[in-house]
C-alpha cells in the first residue's frame, strides 16, 4: 500500500475552508485513522509550521494532543538529499534569487518535504 507524506496546507485548509473540527469531525477522525495506519505522515519541519506558534489554535492544539508522536518524522535523515535540492536550486536559472531563498529557508517544510519523500520513497500530498 501507499504511504503519503503531507505538507502543512492539508491541514490549514481544511481546517480554516473546508473541513472545521465542528463540522465535519469525520475528516479528522479518518486523517487520525490514516495516520495510526501509517498510511499518512508528515515531518517534524510540518510540525513546526503548525505548532511552532505563539498564540495556538485549534489546529495546532488537536496536531498536539491527537496525532501519535511518531506521525512527524524528523528529516535530519535527508540531509543529504535537501543538500542536492539545494545545489540543484541555487544553479537553476528558471527562478529568481529570492524565490530560491525563500524556498531553501531552513524552517520551511518544502524542500525538507521533497528531501524526505525522495529518500523514503513517498507520494506528497499538499
Known sequence: ???YLLDSN?????????YPFDVVPSFWNKILE????????????VKKEL???NNPDQLS???VDELNTSFF????????IYSQ??????????FQQSAKDEFLATDLADPWLIAYAKKNDLTIDA
Do not use: E, P, Y
Request: one cysteine or more; proline letters at 0%; glycine letters at 2%.
Open 10 to 18: 492539508i491541514f490549514i485548509q481544511a481546517h480554516r475552508m473546508h
Open 73 to 80: 518524522a524528523d528529516s535530519t535523515s535527508c540531509v543529504d
Open 51 to 53: 505548532c511552532d506558534t
Open 85 to 94: 535540492i539545494a545545489i540543484w536550486t541555487h544553479s537553476s536559472t528558471h
Open 1 to 3: 500500500m501507499a504511504k
Open 34 to 45: 490514516l495516520s495510526n495506519k501509517g498510511i499518512i505522515i508528515s515531518i517534524d519541519k
Open 61 to 63: 492544539i488537536w496536531c
